[in-house]
């Protein structure tokens, strides 16, 4: 007669075998449920930091209930000025950040011969606006190696300028 086996189930993994499949799964379910959250909750918060901005900054509550009474007048939502922090400071010679004259449009139009980025303003939008801001420093500073233009400096490019035909 066969001795019956005590407390084995057949179908079981046995003890001490490693059952790494169930915990890889886990996690990869744990970290999409995680990074779908992230990503939900992220937009929220953009799509309110928006809203925000238009309103002009007055803080934003979903609840807030809305007025239907036609006696009641709301207020007229204004968006303030765009502020930049760029101010024309000078406009003579030697040309440095926050010159504003013609000197600088040359420089601007000789940067642009190396295609640097000088934004989009000016009249053909494409940064040759005649203010000695942050980005005609920036490529001033990595074309030229300088930050400061002598007139001699700005004549010279505007020979330049000339010879090429630009």
């Not at 006696?71 to 010159?99: H, M, V």
Request: proline content about 6%.
């Amino acid at each position: 007669m066969k001795k019956a086996s005590v407390g084995k189930m057949p179908n079981m993994p046995k003890k001490g075998k490693n059952n790494t499949t169930g915990i890889i799964i886990g996690v990869t379910v744990l970290v999409a449920v995680g990074g779908a959250a992230y990503w939900y909750f992220n937009r929220k918060k953009k799509e309110e930091d928006q809203l925000e901005l238009v309103i002009g900054g007055a803080p934003v509550s979903r609840n807030t209930p809305r007025r239907t009474n036609p006696n009641i007048s709301t207020p007229t939502i204004t968006t303030p000025p765009r502020r930049t922090r760029f101010r024309c400071t000078n406009s003579g010679y030697p040309l440095a950040y926050g010159t504003c004259n013609e000197g600088v449009k040359v420089l601007q139009r000789y940067l642009k011969i190396y295609n640097e980025d000088l934004g989009a303003t000016g009249p053909g939008k494409d940064g040759v606006d005649g203010m000695f801001g942050s980005k005609t420093a920036r490529a001033a500073k990595k074309r030229l190696n300088k930050v400061s233009f002598t007139q001699k400096d700005i004549e010279g490019m505007k020979s330049s300028l000339k010879m090429m035909k630009r």
